[in-house]
């Protein structure tokens, strides 16, 4: 291997080949930060525009929507559809969380939607059994329990006891199996779970005293009014008995059913209509939606119910094994009698089971929720087997259809194109809000404020990296000439000094690239932490080649400055390297010195001619003239000074190269910092121009049916008036609700009467008419009496209590509008007139018996006894920031006013804030960061590149050292050469910030400070390690 | 005439115990031309750094003219009453040779105009025609770069001319060329010119020559 004297050189420099290797570091810092920045923000703002782009649905009226969907299928725009499949799933090793069972079994079992997953079978030894006079009298029976043939374990009582009731609703029936039953015998026994028993679980299905389910009503084995099947202990029954005939189907069906969920199939999980938040249903509580990418790579993930995990103790990144059967129309995954071809032949289905990974858990906002809302599990759609539910594609239901825009360009050319068709088929098309706009804006501005940053620190970093070639390759100009003198080939020359560069330019560039990934990383994902991400973003992998073709990138560029530098030094006379003398004047500089006009005026005794040159010659009268007056003229200080200028002025236009490179990294650092703080003020004013436009509205949440008794459903005043207390809230749309004991159309004079007489009527009010028949009052329709209006109604202040009544009271209490009709409470008995009635049915099961009031009156009839069913709120936008701030103690004081073990909760639907202002703010705090770091950065480069330049210039002291300059002269002398070209940048730069900013910031007059102190500390420390070099040792030829 | 007298001159480098100089006594006269030879590592630069005031001696005095140059302004010293010439040249490479010569002066407060009239009148009189003032030392011969240099050294008026291998660059032509001038100037002008040398032709044509060894000068 040929020995490389170069690399010698640069390793035996330790210390300039470390400066340079830092200032190679710096510069690849620099620029890759921002490059790898911009890529980012384009890689992950393309991705995003994905999940942002135009989300259509059809509707119908019949929800019939296949005709629409096959004129929009062969649409253009369109990206992709979205047919969602719905197949049972049989969770393997784990039940469902349906544990309270959602239906009255007598009515379910009449309309056939009975899933009697609430049941349970067991054989139990009688303890105890009694006959108890309550209302029509009820059988209690309390059984140990010794095996339980199906049930959720979550029945199974601790102690094994279970207690079991039964209402007979004749006389006498099941006296005679209640007679038969004997004490400390074991039978077989099938109950179902009460849900209004005590000591049971709650509508949320919480368990009220751990892990008991002690009451269940009992239920017959059989058909054939079997309820107790006497078994001895140790034995099993025999189910091919003709006396338990279907009762083994039955239990594997009740069996199949417990660990039944809806597997729901989708393209996108992300870009389904009811997962926007614009739509105000679904939300995420942890993890991620699923997204294209999964579907496109057959991910086997899922994504389930808070409450089913929560119940079932599952989290993130836990497995589940489900079999997928061949199996739809049923009802939460279930096997029900309404189906009766399902009920069966459900083991005839194809099955298949897979393993699915959690990614994601989502809650929903409705109110009304039964233990079956778990049931749900969202999977991509490619996971499950093509053939299955072909039926789903032959009749298209609009609940499971949307489909997604290529681009968010392409919306208006596609309703061009299709949605009067549709209209003409009776299908409607409509798109979902899903805060496009909103994310235009913020990664327009990202794109902006990123693309600036790269240009910037391009412009400026680059000239750093000739600067360095430079200086690199003035110390190997004479090795390169004694290289040559040796023998050395060009080509080879060229080669080794190459390699030799490659030592000080690889390490910095690696080194600087490291760190500038790994920080602008960190930094991008806290940028885009906020954004709905449709999945989790995979930037690393095809980031990681960008990045290392960065590096090659400035590598080469670096390789190629040396390279071209190297050509440069092949190309000058290897003698005049030798002597170290050679140095390029440009024609420019010629001409410069051929404008400065020397009166010479040589003594005409002078010989000029050719041979003037080999003839040196004295005349009497010149050596008289040196002699007399040469070191005898006491110049001034000024005179002195003046010469030093001039010096400074001829060699500082003489190297021009240098100083332009110089004066162009000042000026591009002092541009840069007055870059900062502009988009530094302009991010401030754009956030805060948004923060005070958008409004921000927020609803509570209470989980649980309406239920007066228990409280679910219900809202505290208390936490409402408290939220507005904050001084948060501008607007509020508020529905109150009261429990009446009863309405009854009798003045209380008269006899009762059970026909004129309606028990536990709510009363609800409200703030605002019209929205009312968007929330609660959807589904209803008013009718006034003449000279009433919702105006009248909602401003009346008389003294008579008026109200709005379902059209059926009126039909059963026999009045008519105008008449009087008596509310009770407690015992008091108080007037109301009808001034109107409503037809159809409240949106909450329990608010159907209501009247409606206005908040007048209701204040006047309740007082302070009311409950809010909907509270929902718009927040003062002028108050975001403090809203931002107090957001969890808010959510706090919210979910601490619970009823009971209810939690509600405040929804504060900021997404638009998140997504536009969020990854704005974090641009702005990444900007607060990475200036003072490129102050630091670039004061550093200043100094150094300083220290540099003059420490290249040690010979030059050296000669002025030996010509009688004093040290601290020298000293001045570069210090001020060099202060002259920073301060003239800097100086251009101030004005240039001037300019453009109409004066220049104390911060930016900080940070110029700054950098000049920079410079100047380079300068002086270069300055004085030249002249304290020993000048004899610089000159001298060594021997 | 300018005389040079060191009396017992010795130089310790700081951070070590042996002596480079060891108690030099020696005279060198103005009007001759005096050659210091040795081999390598014997203390010729030390001596020289000593002559042209870049350094003190540790022990001993060295005088100019009976001045103790321990007394002087060793800046004004370099500046006014002592000169150098490299092997070499070292001239500024970012100034004409017109200026190069002229720096001296003008950094002795000539004027500007006078110093550039002084410089041409110089570099005429060592040979160097007009047409070449105007450029730049890389564009010179070495020959007459180092006339360059030569005239740079008696710009500043020293009569004291410290020469480091002042031919060790030449081809035999310009050696004889340069050593003439400074053989002129020691003879005719009066100059003390000393020659540090390898060169066995420059020391056979010299008044005066110094053997240096082991840090002692011996004639």
């Not at chain 1, 810092?29 to 703002?45: A, K, N």
Request: hydrophobic letters at 40%.
């Amino acid at each position: 291997m040929r020995r490389n004297p170069f690399l010698k050189a640069v390793l035996r420099k330790p210390f300039r080949s470390l400066l340079m290797l830092l200032l190679m570091g710096a510069i690849t810092y620099g620029i890759t930060s921002h490059v790898i920045e911009y890529v980012i923000v384009l890689q992950m703002t393309n991705q995003l525009e994905k999940y942002y782009r135009p989300i259509g649905t059809l509707k119908s009226e019949n929800n019939d929507v296949t005709r629409g969907r096959e004129l929009v299928s062969r649409s253009p725009y369109i990206e992709f559809e979205d047919i969602g499949r719905i197949p049972q799933g049989i969770l393997q090793g784990l039940y469902n969380a349906d544990v309270s069972n959602s239906f009255n079994r007598a009515k379910a079992e009449e309309i056939k939607l009975e899933s009697y997953v609430s049941d349970i079978v067991f054989y139990g030894v009688l303890q105890e059994k009694k006959y108890v006079v309550v209302g029509s009298g009820q059988y209690h029976f309390v059984f140990k329990i010794n095996k339980m043939e199906v049930g959720y374990p979550d029945y199974m009582p601790e102690d094994n006891l279970i207690h079991v009731k039964y209402q007979p609703e004749t006389e006498g029936e099941l006296k005679e199996e209640y007679d038969s039953l004997i004490v400390g015998e074991q039978y077989l026994v099938r109950a179902y779970y009460d849900e209004n028993s005590p000591q049971s679980m709650n509508r949320s299905g919480q368990i009220i005293e751990g892990k008991v389910g002690k009451w269940f009503l009992l239920d017959k084995l059989t058909d054939d009014n079997l309820y107790f099947y006497p078994v001895k202990e140790g034995d099993t029954v025999d189910y091919s008995n003709r006396k338990l005939a279907g009762l083994k189907e039955h239990l594997e069906i009740v069996d199949q059913n417990q660990r039944s969920v809806e597997v729901y199939g989708t393209k996108d999980m992300s870009l389904m209509p009811p997962f926007q938040e614009s739509s105000r249903t679904y939300y995420l509580v942890d993890g991620r939606w699923l997204d294209r990418e999964d579907d496109l790579n057959k991910k086997n993930v899922c994504v389930v119910h808070s409450f089913f995990a929560e119940w079932r103790g599952l989290s993130l990144g836990d497995k589940i094994n489900i079999e997928l059967r061949d199996m739809g129309g049923g009802y939460n995954g279930y096997i029900i009698p309404l189906f009766p071809e399902i009920w069966d032949n459900w083991k005839n289905y194809k099955t298949v089971e897979k393993e699915f990974e959690i990614v994601g858990i989502y809650d929903s906002v409705y109110l009304d929720q039964s233990t079956a809302r778990g049931n749900r599990i969202f999977v991509p759609d490619s996971c499950i087997p093509e053939n299955f539910l072909l039926q789903t594609r032959e009749m298209i239901d609009s609940s499971t259809y949307s489909f997604v825009l290529k681009s968010a360009k392409d919306l208006q050319a596609f309703l061009i194109e299709n949605k009067s068709k549709l209209e003409g088929m009776g299908i409607t098309l409509s798109f979902i809000d899903n805060d496009a706009d909103d994310f235009g804006i913020a990664s327009k501005a990202l794109k902006k404020s990123t693309q600036m940053s790269v240009a910037i620190f391009s412009a400026t970093f680059l000239p750093v990296m000739v600067i360095v070639a430079f200086f690199y390759l003035s110390q190997r100009r004479r090795e390169f000439a004694v290289a040559r003198a040796m023998g050395i080939s060009r080509r080879l020359a060229i080669y080794q000094v190459g390699v030799a560069g490659i030592w000080i330019g690889f390490p910095g560039i690696i080194i600087g690239g490291i760190v500038a990934r790994y920080k602008t990383l960190k930094e991008a994902k806290d940028l885009f932490k906020d954004f709905v991400m449709p999945g989790v973003i995979e930037y690393n992998s095809s980031l990681r080649i960008f990045w290392l073709l960065l590096m090659l990138l400035l590598f080469s560029l670096f390789v190629i400055l040396i390279f071209l530098g190297s050509c440069y030094i092949a190309n000058q006379s290897v003698f005049d390297l030798l002597q170290g003398q050679k140095l390029n004047i440009g024609r420019k500089n010629m001409r410069q010195i051929n404008r400065e006009k020397v009166d010479l005026q040589p003594d005409p005794s002078i010989k000029t001619d050719e041979k003037a040159e080999e003839i040196f010659y004295f005349s009497d009268s010149y050596k008289e003239f040196m002699v007399e007056s040469i070191g005898k003229t006491n110049a001034s200080r000024i005179y002195k000074l003046t010469t030093s200028i001039e010096y400074l002025y001829r060699h500082m236009f003489r190297s021009y190269g240098k100083i332009l490179l110089m004066f162009i990294i000042t000026l591009g650092f002092i541009t840069t910092y007055s870059w900062f703080d502009i988009a530094i003020e302009k991010n401030k004013v754009e956030i805060d121009q948004l923060y005070n436009s958008i409004v921000i509205k927020g609803e509570i949440l209470n989980e649980g049916r309406l239920d007066f008794s228990k409280g679910g459903g219900f809202i505290n005043p208390k936490v409402v008036n408290n939220l507005q207390d904050t001084g948060l809230i501008n607007e509020s749309y508020l529905e109150k609700t009261a429990q009446v004991n009863a309405l009854t159309g009798f003045n209380p004079h008269k006899t009762y009467d059970r026909d004129a007489f309606i028990p536990g009527v709510a009363v609800v009010s409200f703030n605002e008419w019209n929205r009312f028949f968007i929330e609660t009052g959807a589904g209803i329709t008013v009718e006034f009496m003449k000279g009433y209006d919702e105006k009248v109604f909602m401003e009346s202040e008389s003294d008579a209590v008026e109200a709005i009544v379902p059209e059926r009271f009126m039909k059963k209490l026999g009045k008519r509008w105008g008449d009087i009709v008596y509310l009770i409470i407690k015992e008091e008995y108080t007037p109301c007139r009808i001034i109107g009635s409503y037809e159809g049915e409240l949106s909450n099961a329990v608010l159907s018996d209501t009247i409606i009031m206005s908040e007048y009156h209701m204040q006047q009839l309740m007082g302070n006894n009311f409950f809010y069913v909907v509270t929902k709120f718009k927040f003062n936008p002028a108050k975001n920031k403090e809203l931002i701030q107090k957001e969890k103690e808010l959510k706090e004081m919210v979910s601490s006013a619970k009823f009971g073990s209810i939690e509600p909760k405040l929804m504060i639907w900021d997404a638009e804030l998140q997504q536009v202002i969020e990854p704005m703010e974090r641009n702005l705090s990444f900007l607060k960061i990475i200036y003072p770091i490129a102050v630091i950065v670039f004061t550093l480069i200043g100094g150094v590149l300083n220290f540099l330049i003059i420490s290249f210039r040690a010979k030059e002291a050296a000669i002025m050292r030996i010509l009688g300059g004093a040290k601290r002269k020298v000293r001045i002398l570069f210090t001020v050469e060099q202060g002259i070209i920073y301060l003239t940048g800097m100086i251009l730069g101030a004005i240039l910030i001037a300019m453009l900013q109409g004066g220049i910031s104390p911060n930016i007059q900080m940070n110029i400070l700054l950098y000049v102190t920079g410079c100047t500390l380079g300068s002086i420390l270069g300055s004085i390690f030249v002249t304290n070099k020993i000048p004899l040792e610089l000159l001298q030829v060594k021997e | 005439m300018a005389e040079l007298k060191l009396s017992e001159v010795c130089y310790q480098y700081k951070n070590s115990k042996q002596k480079v100089l060891k108690g030099i006594s020696c005279d060198f006269q103005g009007g001759k031309l005096c050659a210091i030879v040795g081999p390598s590592g014997s203390g010729k630069t030390t001596l020289l750094s000593i002559l042209a005031g870049l350094d003190r001696p540790s022990e001993g005095k060295v005088y100019i003219n009976g001045d103790d140059l321990t007394t002087l302004d060793l800046d004004a010293y370099r500046r006014e009453r002592v000169a150098m010439i490299f092997q070499s040249f070292q001239l500024f490479p970012l100034l004409t040779i017109l200026e190069n010569v002229s720096y001296p002066m003008e950094n002795n407060g000539i004027p500007k105009k006078e110093a550039r009239e002084r410089a041409g009148k110089l570099l005429l009189m060592l040979g160097i025609t007009e047409e070449k003032h105007k450029r730049f030392p890389s564009k010179l011969s070495g020959g007459e770069q180092q006339r360059v240099a030569i005239a740079r050294a008696l710009a500043t008026g020293a009569k004291v001319l410290l020469a480091d291998e002042p031919t060790g660059n030449l081809d035999r032509e310009n050696t004889l060329h340069i050593l003439d001038i400074l053989k002129k100037f020691a003879h005719e002008e009066g100059y003390c010119v000393i020659v540090v040398t390898h060169d066995q032709e420059v020391a056979s044509i010299s008044d005066r020559v110094w053997r240096m060894q082991d840090g002692i000068l011996t004639i």
